[in-house]
């Protein structure tokens, strides 16, 4: 999937939220995961590359700037998908009930006169176990889908403490992304 594509498809979702059916294909992207922090955000996508293999899936996070009320992108990468990655697994299997498999980190204001003062948007790519529901990020909570793929954006300096939560509210696994 060529930038271009990525970039207006998730522009759809900031605008519209992550589609309901677990199945919907977005012209070789399947959304994962979206994440807003005031005017930063970062979209997830798993896409298919040309011959749609199953070993020849990535993931890809893009970044997202909102100024004057508008959604500008930052930038993105990825990487190689899970094995199976619409499957979620118990966290027997992933070894624990929270994984951070990516992540990366874009320039916010990078139409500033001088070199210094950069500011960033991060985002990390997450994989939670069946026996997570929720992540809180700080004081932001957000629901795990089925697949079990997540993603957080931050702009502060230091990362953000992610907390896997069962359904009781009980936390089950911590990273810190600092």
């Known amino acids: 999937m060529n930038e271009e594509k990525a ?7 900031l605008r519209d939220g992550l589609p ?7 012209s070789g992207a399947f959304p994962l995961a979206l994440d807003v922090d005031g005017d930063i955000a970062v979209v997830t996508l798993l896409v298919a590359e040309d011959g ?18 508008e959604w500008m992108a930052l930038g993105g990468g990825g990487g190689s998908a899970p094995a199976d ?6 966290a027997a299997e992933l070894g ?9 980190r874009t320039v916010r204001n990078g139409d500033r006169l001088l070199p210094w003062g950069a ?6 790519r997450l994989r939670a176990a069946a026996e997570v529901v929720r992540l809180r990020v700080g004081k932001r909570l957000l629901d795990v889908p089925e697949h079990g793929h997540a993603a ?13 939560l069962d359904a009781e509210g009980a936390v089950l696994d911590k990273i810190d992304l600092s």
């Open 7 to 13: 970039t207006e498809a998730c522009l759809r979702f």
């Open 20 to 26: 309901a059916a677990a199945g919907e294909d977005m």
């Open 52 to 69: 749609g293999l199953p070993d020849e899936m990535s993931v890809e996070g893009y970044t997202f700037h909102r100024r004057n009320g």
């Open 85 to 90: 990655p619409l499957t979620r697994r118990p």
């Open 96 to 104: 624990r009930h929270l994984r951070r498999y990516g992540g990366g």
């Open 119 to 124: 500011k960033y948007v991060s985002q990390a």
């Open 152 to 164: 957080v954006v931050w702009g502060a300096r230091r990362g953000p403490v992610i907390e896997a």
